[in-house]
């Protein structure tokens, strides 16, 4: 919401200075998001006179100007204007003046004696870009006839006027006019209101337009009246013109902006109808499908009807016999609009309901002032007074004849009485209250009220929509008691030491570890969008869970990997000239789940299951010299997890997945003392994928369950060996085929022991006919680690384990010793 000061002091002039008012209005929750002066500083610009307009000798844009500025003599200043010409009065900047700076963060420009094309120039002519009213520089700024010549400029234009802009919460739609703010202001300060007043325009005329409402579920209330004979051609009082563009509006034409000051001022939006272009009586309904309606602003739009459930899909209409002719609430059609040409005019305004405008404006990919008021709630107790407004302001700029006013009241809300409790309030706002205080707040704002002990019960007025619980009257009894003067105390709490759990380690620890290893974190939205997250989960559109209201069309699913918004950060860094890139996220992510319960991290239908995912992209380790350097590749990213998962053991087998490579993506295996469990995948990005976000290089993905791998277990103490342990080295041909995971598990349980770790260390292939394998077989070399903590081991027991580990792994997987 954006208005001058001036404006708002017709309505509420309280005793206080620019700053002052703006710091109260802030401290009411009304933030004042900027405030500044209608025109930026300068100095020196004075009203002056063209006395003479010449043509300069040697420049055919350029003339040379007799001007009287009030200093008791001529100045002559060269101007290359077009509209220059004798009797006008302009702002001219003498000698010595400061404009605004052309730019921001500029200097300010100074005016100097100087000469153009040989003829001196002693001041300058200002156009309203100059002074900073604005973009129009075509040519000098011409004043009207009687402004008095010599008078600063700032002061005759009150240039010092201050513009307020202020931030209103969702919930303060009653703030959306001058009269509401001044509503406020009056509550904040005590000043007297002084409300605008005007005379209905007398009715002249018996003409009618027959209006059905059939919706009442769309509008509440309708009113709308016929004036004939008006000057669509007539000139807006500057008046008007200099609010609308302290306001940040823009002249359209009379007409036009009579309906937007008529808004601006009481809040309540309306429309113009041409009701010559208008072809028999106005219906007002819910569109139908296949509807279209070019609007006012170029557009075409095409309506939905119901869904097959019954249920409203679509925005409003007014309508006339031959189809849509304007969004109601939202817009109006380009069909009926007023122009140069209109005489007779349908002027209405309604009270949409809230419910039947809200996000509809959003669906066409615009929004309106209109919509913005109406879909927060507009007053319908003052419907016909804002028409009867309007009128009056028609007819006295525009003329015209004036007919009844049609006013049908259809489904206007009843606003339900709220309870407040004293003491409810002093525990919420955190201060001792007393009735006097509550009662002198209530008065201020206007509420009508009854007190029954420490109860109070408020009717709100019909312009607060947000009055519905008694948290919202709590809410106002703070803003008149001035949040300001809140004392600011420390909560008090008792403080207890916490023990850490032993057995589950934090995420943070994970976030640290990730980090260690060159992960940076990302952290994403919880939707997505369609296209992407079929690509990546391999789901079909029904089984994925939509937003009823997305903020976004690329937000309209939510997210059922983590692996979407990572592409998305790699991709943007890859545009911004990064060629390495490591990254993670923690969050959750969205499963339908029909038998979910509402349990912690589930909702009914619903599943939401906590992961941890990251990618990598890009060179094995940053540019260097000391060696060759190689793309990063599955096995680099598996030690990484090893890493940071420590001491938690994981395997990987092989197996697919829709995002990841066929050939090179495999499911992570958490080994556990009862059964091993299935927490995620890692691989290389699918090569389709890959095409599809148009990365160079397929980076390496991996995606985990946060909560099994948070479950470290209790520490099992064991005591250090006094005897050394014992190494020896198993070398074992098996097919291509075999894994050497498989040879680890079937050695592993097998049990034997003294056995404390095997791990695998090397790996053979013989070239064709070179060696005693086959084409087909490989040679998998393991170190076995054996320890006896109660004695030294003798060669009888290794040879006994190692005699096992072979005869199992030789009935197991078909393999022999090398």
């Known amino acids: 919401m954006q208005f001058s000061e001036s404006w708002l002091r017709q309505y509420v002039n309280p005793s206080l200075d620019s700053d002052a008012l703006g710091h109260g209005m802030t401290m009411a929750g009304l933030e004042v998001e900027a405030q500044h002066s209608v025109a930026p500083a300068f100095t020196k610009i004075v009203i002056a006179q063209i ?12 003339r040379v100007c007799k001007v009287d500025a009030g200093t008791g003599q001529e100045l002559q200043i060269v101007c290359g204007a077009p509209n220059a010409r004798p009797g006008i009065k302009i702002p001219c900047a003498l000698v010595g003046a400061e404009l605004p700076p052309a730019e921001v963060g500029g200097k300010p420009f100074m005016i100097k004696v100087g000469k153009l094309r040989g003829v001196e120039s002693q001041g300058m002519l200002c156009s309203g870009r100059e002074l900073g009213l604005g973009d129009d520089h075509e040519g000098i700024l011409e004043l009207p006839a009687d402004a008095p010549i010599g008078q600063d400029i ?34 904040i300060t005590g000043a007297p209101l002084c409300a605008p007043t005007w005379t209905p325009p007398a009715v002249t005329i018996q003409d009618k337009r027959k209006v059905t409402v059939e919706s009442i579920d769309l509008c509440g209330r309708f009113a709308g009246r016929i004036i004939r004979g008006v000057n669509p051609q007539a000139k807006t009082p500057d008046w008007i013109l200099k609010r609308l563009c302290n306001a940040g509006q823009s002249s359209v034409s009379v007409l036009v902006d009579l309906s937007h000051y008529v808004m601006l001022e009481m809040g309540q939006p309306t429309h113009i109808f041409d009701i010559d272009k208008l072809n028999g009586d106005i219906v007002v309904r819910w569109a139908q499908e296949g509807e279209t309606l070019e609007l006012l602003n170029g557009q075409t739009v095409t309506l939905r009807g119901l869904d097959t459930a019954g249920k409203l899909q679509d925005a409003g209409v007014v309508a006339d016999q031959n189809g849509p002719v304007a969004l109601a609430g939202i817009m109006g059609g380009n069909h009926c609009a007023v122009s140069d040409d209109t005489k007779n005019i349908f002027v209405e305004a309604a009270y949409w309901l809230p419910s039947a405008i809200q996000g509809r404006a959003r669906r066409f990919n615009f929004s309106t002032d209109a919509a913005h008021r109406f879909e927060r709630g507009v007053d319908p107790q003052h419907t016909v007074n804002c028409l009867e407004y309007l009128s009056a302001l028609i007819i006295e700029v525009c003329g015209g004849q004036a007919g009844p006013v049609d006013d049908q009241i259809l489904n206007i809300p009843a606003r339900k009485p709220v309870n407040m409790r004293l003491g409810r309030a002093e525990k919420v706002i955190g201060v001792p209250l007393t009735n006097e205080i509550v009662v002198d707040g209530f008065k201020r704002l206007g509420f009508e009220f009854e007190q029954e002990g420490d109860v109070f019960t ?13 948290a919202d009257l709590i809410e106002e009894v703070a803003r008149m008691y001035g949040f300001e003067n809140i004392p600011d105390q420390p909560p008090v709490a008792s403080l207890k030491m916490s023990a850490k759990a032993e057995a589950k380690r934090g995420i943070h620890l994970l976030r640290q570890r990730f980090a260690l290893q060159g992960y940076q974190e990302a952290v994403n939205f919880g939707f997505t969008d369609l296209e992407g997250e079929q690509r990546l989960a391999g ?81 094995f380790v940053p540019e260097q010299w000391t060696n060759v350097n190689r793309a990063v590749d599955f096995f680099d990213v598996k030690g990484d997890l090893e890493r940071v998962l420590d001491p938690l053991h994981f395997v990987t087998d092989a197996a697919q ?36 976000y148009e990365l160079p290089q397929a980076p390496v993905l991996f995606e985990l369950d946060l909560e099994p791998i948070r479950e470290l277990g209790l520490p099992v103490s064991e005591e250090l060996s006094k005897f050394p342990a014992v190494q020896r080295d198993l070398a074992l041909v098996v097919k291509q085929n075999v894994s050497a995971q498989s040879l680890l598990d079937v050695m592993a349980a097998s049990k034997q022991s003294f056995v404390r770790n095997i791990e695998l260390f090397d790996e053979f292939k013989s070239r064709a006919g070179s060696s005693a394998m086959a084409d087909d077989e490989k040679s998998l070399a393991f170190r076995v680690t054996l320890l006896n903590t109660q004695e030294t081991l003798q060669d009888a027991q290794i040879d006994a384990v190692m005699t096992a580990l072979l005869a199992a792994v030789e009935k197991k997987c078909a393999a022999r010793l090398r």
């Open 51 to 62: 006395l003479s307009a010449e043509q300069h000798l040697d420049a055919d844009r350029l």
């Open 154 to 187: 700032r002061e005759y234009l009150n240039l010092d006027d201050q513009i307020f802009v202020i931030k209103l919460t969702p919930n303060k739609a009653d703030c959306l006019s001058l009269i509401g703010m001044a509503r406020e202001v009056a509550a």
């Open 458 to 470: 408020v009717t709100p007025p019909s312009y607060r929509f947000d009055i519905e619980i008694e």
């Open 539 to 619: 789901a079909k559109e029904q089984d994925l869970i939509k937003v009823l209201n997305p903020i976004a069309s690329q937000y309209g699913v939510m997210r059922g990997n983590l692996w979407g918004g990572l592409l998305g950060n790699l991709k943007a860094n890859l545009n911004r000239g990064a060629g390495r890139v490591r990254l993670f996220e923690a969050g959750r992510v969205f499963k339908r789940d029909a038998d979910a319960s509402e349990e912690a991290g589930k909702v009914a239908g619903f599943h939401q299951p906590q992961k941890i995912g990251g990618l990598a992209y890009g060179l």
């Open 657 to 692: 997945h829709p995002a990841l490579h066929p050939g090179r993506s495999a499911q992570v295996i958490l080994k556990a003392e009862k059964n091993n469990i299935a927490i995620g995948w890692i691989g290389e990005l699918h090569p389709g994928l890959q095409q599809a």
